[in-house]
């Protein structure tokens, strides 16, 4: 039988609407969604329909150019930006971590566009579709943090059934099977990125295998 979603065990994870204390919002959990959610609806939601190459495409500064190969990631959260993540810091069906690419090569965190902003999970191997476990490794996924209906970031992680939901329309995405939408006013999956684990670090082999943002594709 199929749940409602008021009756889904959604976990919120911290907004990706940059703040200045974030650090003090970390411990206060049960109001750091509700505020950073707020300053995201009356700062962000304005210039959404923004031609797509506003933010994208908007590659002049390195903070802002899109993910790479070889890029790797760290934590979104400010206090632990510039942290490279590695395997041993996930554990297994814990909530997805809010991150951004790292290009260590230029000692560049790209936290310039929200575009950048990924959500990584680990999950059992088993759990993962092929499609899926091509861009994956060793459990390890990653996706978009932007949805595809209205741009909104996609901050619940519903527990129970595994899959993401955006709070703004409820859009529900299955990271499983490569970010499929499962149920909800968006028409079109989260993107995702390749990664592959090499001496515990977690490395981009790519980048995402479709458009960021919601609307019309950009040209």
């Known amino acids: 039988m199929t749940q409602n979603a008021s009756s889904k065990k959604i976990?919120?994870?911290?907004?990706?609407?940059?703040?200045?204390?974030?650090?003090?919002?970390?411990?206060?959990?049960d109001n750091y969604f509700r505020r950073d959610f707020v300053k995201y609806l009356a700062v962000a939601i304005p210039i959404m329909n923004l031609p797509l190459s506003s933010g994208v495409n908007a590659t002049t500064k390195p903070e802002r150019r899109p993910p790479q190969a070889g890029d790797r990631l760290t934590y979104f959260q400010k206090s632990k930006r510039g942290q490279i993540i590695k395997l041993s810091d996930l554990k297994e069906l814990d909530k997805p971590l809010l991150v951004v690419p790292f290009d260590v090569e230029n000692n560049v965190v790209k936290d310039g566009s929200r575009y950048n902003q990924i959500l990584l999970q680990k999950l059992p191997s088993e759990l993962l579709s092929a499609e899926t476990k091509k861009r994956s490794d060793q459990g390890v996924i990653a996706y978009s943090a932007i949805c595809?209906?209205?741009?909104?970031?996609?901050?619940?992680?519903?527990?129970?059934?595994?899959?993401?939901?955006?709070?703004?329309?409820?859009?529900?995405?299955?990271?499983?099977?490569?970010?499929?939408?499962?149920?909800?006013?968006?028409?079109?999956?989260?993107?995702?990125?390749?990664?592959?684990i090499e001496a515990d670090e977690i490395i981009l082999t790519n980048t995402f295998n479709s458009w960021i943002g919601f609307g019309k594709r950009p040209k």
């Open 148 to 196: 595809t209906h209205a741009g909104c970031p996609v901050t619940g992680w519903v527990a129970d059934e595994k899959n993401y939901m955006c709070p703004c329309h409820q859009s529900v995405f299955n990271p499983k099977d490569s970010g499929v939408v499962v149920s909800g006013p968006a028409t079109r999956g989260l993107p995702a990125i390749g990664l592959k």
């Open 11 to 29: 976990i919120d994870l911290p907004c990706s609407q940059k703040t200045n204390d974030d650090d003090v919002a970390q411990n206060h959990p």
